[in-house]
């Protein structure tokens, strides 16, 4: 992959991450996609930010909960699977949300 093709890709999930956000209509979440950084904010003021890696090809995300993740692409899953194993990013990132809502939150389906 290129970095153009990365960059779209990349793009293209956390626009896809925050829209379903939106549409899950939870109060205690706010996302905002600036710059290539998508920022979720809880009501309780922790923070999930997740963003681009352009020379790694990868995304970063920094979670209040489990800490720093670092995601690749791998095309024959058509997901971002997790450098440290088998997890990936739809995943983690709505269970996690789900635990800190109280509210479903299943990005996994939106693939």
């Not at 290129?2 to 706010?30: H, V, Y």
């Not at 971002?80 to 990936?88: L, Q, V």
């Not at 996690?96 to 109280?102: K, P, R």
């Given at each position: 992959?290129?970095?153009?093709?990365?960059?779209?890709?990349?793009?293209?999930?956390?626009?896809?991450?925050?829209t379903?956000?939106?549409?899950?209509d939870?109060?205690?979440?706010?996302?905002?996609?600036?710059?290539?950084?998508?920022?979720?904010?809880?009501?309780?003021?922790?923070?999930?930010?997740?963003?681009?890696?352009?020379?790694?090809?990868?995304?970063?995300?920094?979670?209040?909960?489990?800490?720093?993740?670092?995601?690749?692409?791998?095309?024959?899953?058509?997901?971002?699977?997790?450098?440290?194993?088998?997890?990936?990013?739809?995943?983690?990132?709505?269970?996690?949300?789900?635990?800190?809502?109280?509210k479903?939150?299943?990005?996994?389906?939106?693939?």
């Amino acid at each position: 992959m290129d970095n153009s093709q990365f960059e779209s890709l990349a793009d293209a999930t956390l626009a896809r991450l925050q829209t379903a956000i939106e549409e899950a209509d939870c109060d205690d979440l706010d996302a905002e996609v600036v710059n290539g950084i998508l920022t979720i904010e809880l009501e309780s003021g922790a923070r999930y930010l997740l963003n681009r890696h352009g020379p790694n090809r990868e995304l970063w995300l920094s979670s209040p909960v489990s800490g720093a993740w670092h995601f690749a692409w791998n095309p024959a899953e058509r997901s971002w699977i997790s450098t440290r194993g088998s997890d990936r990013l739809e995943i983690l990132l709505g269970r996690e949300l789900s635990e800190a809502t109280g509210k479903a939150i299943d990005f996994a389906s939106q693939d």
